[in-house]
Nanobody
Framework: QVQLVESGGGLVQPGGSLRLSCVAS????????MGWFRQAPGKERDFVAT????????YYADSVKGRFTISRDNAKNTVYLRMDSLKPEDTAVYYC?????????????????WGQGTQVTVSS
């Protein structure tokens, strides 16, 4: 069983920054791609970013490209999401997820374990 625990969410003003962290339990972290998704009230859970198992390949949703950066530290079983130039439309619950494979995917069905989510609110 894999457990994912997110942290780092909060309230931030437009234009501000946050860094989300997700710590994974288990021994398979370094062999698995990881992803971040987000869900705003009344909307579906949408893809944000993904990173391959070794960290060499990343992919972003168009809405966050150039503002968000996904990274990972396999020695710490942790994946990060650095969010800069935040906008009110970035407000959502952010979830990290573990992929069943080593390459990243924007497809929600490619992920088999999910965290509980952390709230990010962008407001003045």
């Amino acid at each position: 069983q894999v457990q994912l625990v997110e942290s780092g969410g909060g309230l931030v003003q437009p234009g501000g920054s946050l860094r989300l962290s997700c710590v994974a339990s288990g021994r398979t972290f370094s062999r698995s791609a990881m992803g971040w998704f987000r869900q705003a009230p009344g909307k579906e859970r949408d893809f944000v970013a993904t990173i391959s198992s070794g960290g060499s390949n990343t992919y972003y949703a168009d809405s966050v490209k150039g503002r968000f950066t996904i990274s990972r530290d396999n020695a710490k079983n942790t994946v990060y999401l650095r969010m800069d130039s935040l906008k009110p439309e970035d407000t959502a619950v952010y979830y990290c997820a573990r992929s069943g494979g080593s390459t990243g995917s924007y497809y929600r069905g490619a992920y088999d374990y999910w965290g509980q989510g952390t709230q990010v609110t962008v407001s003045s």
